[in-house]
């Protein structure tokens, strides 16, 4: 396991270094978006490895069953994106790209809420109430700084208006859900592993926040990097890391 520690941190090193380094090229984009779908692969063959270690009748195998779909579904995404953006030099949004990221979405929060119904364990109310609150005033300034100026922009369609608003709204389901399973899982070696799972999704909730409030703002750079490019790789690599520990820690226990 130690080995895999080393591995990600390397792959984290040098991603930003080619994104610092490159910053000037005028194909930085095409190389952040392949570092974007290399990285995505890495959580779902191990994913995967674990979900093939199933029976079918154990009610972990449909967790995990939801979290390799809408992980697969985030690289197709990010592959059709890389596409349009790397290859084809065009603006992805709004494109076929966004078909595969929603339904991820659908599947990801499908897998969370299974897993924090399989654990027999009660949050203490002052958790559960805090990130209720933080949650509600999150909600509130991202409805206030995104919500408000994208349904009232003129120049966007409808379609354009649907699909803005439904990346923060199923982010912040997203967030919600992966900051009440960081609240279960402190101790034990499978509760690490889905620990590291919750916060690699926090990582890709609050880079596509970030992300749709820098490209409502026209200020996301489109040839240099920002550091809103390294929470989805942060992401990518604790889901990773996560799933792997999980399937060794299984194996031990067993």
Do not use: C
């Not at 109310?125 to 509600?136: H, P």
């Not at 408000?148 to 919600?176: C, G, H, N, Q, R």
């Amino acid at each position: 396991m130690n080995a895999l520690y080393v591995f990600a941190v390397l792959f984290f090193v040098v991603s930003a270094a080619i994104h610092i380094l490159l910053s000037e090229s005028p194909r930085v984009t095409l190389y952040s978006d392949l570092i974007a779908v290399v990285v995505a692969v890495l959580p779902v063959i191990t994913s995967l490895y674990i979900f093939s270690y199933f029976e079918r009748e154990n009610p972990e195998k449909m967790v995990w069953l939801a979290l390799v779909v809408g992980l697969v579904l985030w690289l197709v995404g990010e592959i059709v994106w890389l596409y349009y953006e790397g290859l084809m030099e065009i603006d992805p949004f709004p494109s076929l790209a966004d078909a595969p990221w929603m339904l991820g979405y659908a599947f990801m929060i499908a897998a969370l809420v299974l897993q924090y119904k399989t654990v027999n364990v009660k949050l203490e109310r002052i958790y559960t109430v805090g990130i209720a609150v933080f949650m509600v005033i999150l909600g509130v300034i991202i409805a206030f700084l995104l919500g408000y100026p994208i349904a009232i922009y003129e120049e966007f369609t409808v379609l354009e208006k649907v699909i803005s608003m439904f990346y923060p709204t199923a982010d912040l389901f997203l967030l919600y859900i992966a900051l009440l399973i960081t609240g279960l899982y402190w101790a034990g070696k499978l509760g690490y592993s889905w620990l590291l799972i919750a916060l690699g999704i926090v990582f890709y909730a609050v880079g596509d926040l970030w992300f749709a409030y820098l490209e409502w703002l026209e200020i996301y750079p489109e040839v240099a990097w920002h550091p809103v490019d390294f929470t989805w790789i942060i992401g990518d690599l604790l889901v990773f890391l996560g799933a792997a520990k999980y399937r060794i820690s299984f194996e031990e226990l067993v």
